[in-house]
């Protein structure tokens, strides 16, 4: 779906006529700063997993144990997200370096795995890199901005010529896999700014809900259940811990009970 498509969908759902907005007015500069704000409000859902990446920030030197980025990448540390050293002749990750506080990465400094803490624009490792990890590129996840829809300026002088907007920003898809998701975010946006359109907020809103609920089901449901490791209740007899038997943790599937039990 192109930039003139979400336009005219967003159009066509508020008023219910095939509108065709001309890209220099105000009225499509206004709709598109409606889909650019759905973009923004969507790469919040489910913890930016629609827009997660890996990026290279480096490459290690052995003996040191920091690493500076650029400030316009933002990490991503999410459940297990980890850093990872990669060898850039083959492309394998060679050590995975998973992330923790950035108060608790000292206390791994005596261990031979490896951890990162990451404050701002710079990662601390739990130890320095070895001289056999020399050279190796450093990838972390990073949350990464969705692609908005940038128009040009046009002049506040009626008496100047409009600015044209360019056909590869007119033609430049949303980036979405599901664009009728955003298309249903703007026409929300856009409808609050309306006052006729005012009374339809909230079923706009439950419409994309029911779009958003729909593609949450599609990207977290299982088809098989989870593995579950086998595991026993361990009963004492005390407090502490003491038994009769001699045993200290007699297991609740163990038979051979007194009778009367």
Do not use: C
């Not at 889909?35 to 629609?50: D, G, H, P």
């Not at 339809?200 to 990207?219: F, G, H, P, S």
């Not at 209740?233 to 502490?240: A, C, D, F, T, Y």
């Amino acid at each position: 779906m192109t930039l003139d498509d979400a336009v005219a969908e967003v159009m066509g759902g508020l008023t219910g006529l095939d509108l065709q907005l001309v890209p220099e007015q105000d009225r499509y500069q206004s709709v598109t700063r409606a889909i650019n704000r759905a973009l923004r409000a969507i790469a919040l859902v489910q913890e930016w997993s629609y827009y997660s990446d890996i990026e290279n920030v480096g490459t290690v030197q052995s003996g040191t144990k920091e690493l500076s980025f650029a400030k316009s990448i933002r990490p991503r540390i999410v459940n297990d997200d980890s850093a990872r050293l990669i060898d850039p002749l083959t492309g394998e990750t060679v050590t995975w370096a998973y992330f923790l506080p950035r108060d608790a990465i000292n206390k791994y400094a005596s261990r031979e795995g490896l951890w990162v803490a990451h404050v701002r624009n710079e990662l601390f490792f739990s130890r320095r890199f070895f001289t056999g990890e020399h050279g190796l590129q450093v990838w972390i996840p990073v949350m990464r901005e969705p692609k908005l829809f940038r128009l040009p300026l046009q002049p506040t002088d009626p008496a100047l010529p409009l600015v044209p907007v360019p056909d590869e920003v007119r033609e430049q898809e949303v980036d979405f896999d599901y664009p009728d998701l955003v298309v249903a975010k703007a026409m929300y946006f856009y409808a609050q700014t309306d006052p006729i359109m005012q009374p339809r907020v909230q079923t706009l809103e439950a419409n994309y809900k029911e779009i958003m609920y729909a593609l949450d089901e599609r990207d977290t449901r299982n088809t098989d259940s989870p593995y579950q490791n086998d595991w026993n209740l361990g009963i004492e007899s005390g407090v502490n811990g003491n038994s009769s038997s001699g045993r200290g943790r007699p297991l609740a599937d163990e038979r051979g009970f007194p009778r009367g039990w």
